[in-house]
């Protein structure tokens, strides 16, 4: 009963569940809608986003910006971001989103570099899980204090709590969580929501 949605959001998804694990790989349009409540509770006016596949939560998390606030994407191939691009220009957006092509890991590096350290006040990481504890690590620089990161799928389709799930990303996820309990520097609470949504606000 609280989606609110349009025909921009709407089609950009219908257009991504028609791609190979595309219903996997997008957020649901109830968790979009979280991120834009998420970056309007925060009074974010810099984002940075790790995993962009087609824009989708791109576009959700640009919506909540100010007119000249700032989303910087992070994705490994421009193959999948192009199709968002229509989009964001459709919602009127596209001039708040700057696309950043490579790994991400070396991107985020690049970031601190170019901008130093606190220069996001909120970050949304859905990227691959096996990387996920490095991603977090340099997000949580670029992070403003009591900025706020949003991770994605860390329930990992309920397999984070099957013991005999072995595989890589799985037991990555674990020792994310893992991590993310007993890391003192934030504060941080799983949402068992989708596929499992984790807030982590960074301490002052």
């Given at each position: 009963m609280s989606l609110r949605d349009d025909e921009i959001a709407r089609e950009l998804r219908e257009l991504t569940d028609e791609l190979p694990m595309g219903r996997a790989q997008r957020v649901m349009p109830e968790e979009g809608q979280l991120l834009g409540l998420l970056a309007r509770l925060t009074g974010a006016r810099t984002i940075l986003e790790v995993g962009t596949f087609t824009g989708y939560s791109t576009l959700c998390l640009a919506r909540a910006l100010p007119a000249d606030g700032h989303l910087v994407t992070c994705d490994i191939t421009s193959r999948w971001p192009d199709i968002g691009v229509e989009y964001w220009k459709r919602a009127g957006v596209a001039d708040r989103i700057e696309v950043r092509i490579g790994d991400a890991a070396e991107t985020l590096a690049e970031l601190l570099t170019e901008r130093g350290a606190s220069a996001f006040d909120l970050a949304f990481l859905d990227a691959d899980k096996a990387n996920y504890r490095t991603y977090?690590?340099?997000?949580?620089?670029?992070?403003?204090?009591?900025?706020?990161?949003?991770?994605?799928?860390?329930?990992?389709?309920?397999?984070?709590?099957?013991?005999?799930?072995?595989?890589?990303?799985?037991?990555?996820?674990?020792?994310?969580?893992?991590?993310?309990?007993?890391?003192?520097?934030?504060?941080?609470?799983?949402?068992?929501?989708?596929?499992?949504?984790?807030?982590?606000?960074?301490?002052?």
């Amino acid at each position: 009963m609280s989606l609110r949605d349009d025909e921009i959001a709407r089609e950009l998804r219908e257009l991504t569940d028609e791609l190979p694990m595309g219903r996997a790989q997008r957020v649901m349009p109830e968790e979009g809608q979280l991120l834009g409540l998420l970056a309007r509770l925060t009074g974010a006016r810099t984002i940075l986003e790790v995993g962009t596949f087609t824009g989708y939560s791109t576009l959700c998390l640009a919506r909540a910006l100010p007119a000249d606030g700032h989303l910087v994407t992070c994705d490994i191939t421009s193959r999948w971001p192009d199709i968002g691009v229509e989009y964001w220009k459709r919602a009127g957006v596209a001039d708040r989103i700057e696309v950043r092509i490579g790994d991400a890991a070396e991107t985020l590096a690049e970031l601190l570099t170019e901008r130093g350290a606190s220069a996001f006040d909120l970050a949304f990481l859905d990227a691959d899980k096996a990387n996920y504890r490095t991603y977090y690590e340099k997000c949580l620089a670029l992070l403003r204090p009591g900025g706020l990161i949003v991770v994605d799928n860390t329930l990992f389709f309920g397999r984070v709590v099957d013991p005999a799930a072995l595989d890589p990303e799985t037991v990555a996820i674990r020792e994310f969580n893992s991590a993310l309990r007993d890391d003192d520097r934030v504060d941080v609470s799983l949402l068992p929501m989708a596929d499992g949504i984790t807030l982590v606000r960074k301490r002052l």
